[in-house]
């Protein structure tokens, strides 16, 4: 079936088989999770290094494949320094484990003794209620342990297994290159070209942009810990912005880790107020200062298709697929935007809405001129009076 034809299908047939496409799509991208996921994180990974990859190569005269390994050595060393920075920081958590357990015991009293005061709920049958509770934990304890052996075992074997991914697709990226061209007909080059060129722009401003935001709400966090006198400041300012890579929900993790850490290092539950206060400025700065002008422009994916591509993206491969979601709405958009077929769901996810914040009330002087009230406003001729 060609373009044309497809275009005069009529809605209530193009309709169904759009959405029929997007379930088999998603259905096999949860199948094939375990095999998918390394591969466009390494992707991402592989467009971000990609410069300095033609860096080391172009102008350093340095032969390819020692360019490429190198690159991706550099890379690998940094993010080996990120975990060697933030388990040096728990390190040191579990140096005051007595201190911890005792503000857990003591805000454990306090909760008992309230539930008590408040609603009527006895220490005894408190103790029945945990007792009941930790018993079917228990017997869910081997369940727990395979789910986490699991995890961890996939985490390590993808740790090893991008690095590598890595490295191939910037070995073979002009097979890949050739490849999509000898797909395409010869008079539609100049829009797959177009499409890559501005996939490659778009994701590298993004993640770019993602690390200066990550830096700063890591900056911001840190100080503000600090001031309200919680320990580990730095490490949960690196958490929250490695967790605030995780579109809406991964902010909400960050801050209960934070309420943790401010209870377990103060026997004052006054520190929670000023910590949740912390975050909401944090937030404000983030999505009304940040985001807008360093990451928000570089995808222009509204709130809605942002929010329903990251719970699909973690219904498909959780953690790791909220976080690719974005990334990869804005191709899809790309390549949506330049199909005249696929036009009307590049609309459909885009955002076009006007990003005036100014209030309207401080436009009066506008108003006026353009109902030509302002004449009204003039004064009187000196001779009138």
């Not at 961890?152 to 061209?181: E, G, H, M, R």
């Not at 958009?333 to 209030?359: C, H, T």
């Amino acid at each position: 079936m060609t373009d044309n034809q497809l275009l005069r299908l009529p809605l209530f047939v193009k309709l169904p088989l759009s959405l029929l496409s997007i379930g088999i799509i998603i259905v096999f991208a949860h199948t094939a999770q375990h095999l998918l996921v390394p591969i466009l994180i390494a992707l991402l990974i592989a467009i971000l290094l990609n410069p300095l990859y033609h860096f080391i190569s172009n102008k350093l005269f340095v032969p390819r494949i020692l360019a490429i390994f190198i690159t991706v050595l550099i890379f690998i060393s940094l993010f080996l320094g990120i975990l060697f920075f933030i388990s040096w920081q728990i390190s040191g958590v579990v140096q005051d484990s007595e201190k911890i357990i005792l503000n857990l015991s003591i805000h454990h009293d306090n909760l008992r003794f309230w539930l008590r005061d408040t609603i009527g709920f006895s220490l005894k049958d408190q103790s029945l209620y945990f007792e009941s509770t930790l018993g079917n934990t228990l017997n869910g304890e081997n369940q727990i342990m395979g789910s986490t052996l699991s995890f961890f075992s996939t985490s390590i074997f993808n740790a090893v297994l991008i690095p590598i991914y890595v490295f191939l697709i910037l070995l073979y990226q002009d097979l890949f290159t050739k490849f999509l061209f000898k797909m395409v007909k010869n008079k539609s080059h100049h829009i797959l070209e177009d499409i890559l060129r501005n996939v490659n722009i778009i994701l590298k401003s993004y993640i770019l942009g993602l690390l200066i935001q990550m830096f700063i709400v890591a900056i911001l966090t840190s100080a503000g810990m600090f001031v309200l006198g919680v320990e580990y400041a730095i490490l949960i300012g690196v958490i929250t912005a490695l967790l605030n890579l995780i579109p809406y929900i991964g902010i909400m993790m960050a801050i209960t880790i934070a309420l943790l850490a401010a209870l377990i290092n103060s026997s004052e539950i006054s520190v929670m107020f000023g910590v949740v206060a912390l975050y909401a400025l944090v937030q404000f700065i983030d999505n009304n200062i940040l985001v807008p002008r360093i990451v928000g422009n570089k995808v222009k994916i509204n709130a809605l298709a942002s929010i329903v591509g990251v719970i699909t993206g973690g219904a498909i491969a959780g953690v790791a697929g909220m976080f690719l979601a974005i990334p990869f709405l804005a191709i899809i958009k790309v390549i949506f935007d330049r199909i005249e077929a696929m036009s009307p769901w590049g609309y459909l996810i885009g955002d076009d809405q006007n990003r005036d914040y100014s209030w309207p009330i401080l436009q009066i002087e506008k108003i006026i001129a353009k109902t030509g009230a302002v004449k009204l406003l003039k004064p009187l001729p000196k001779d009138n009076l």
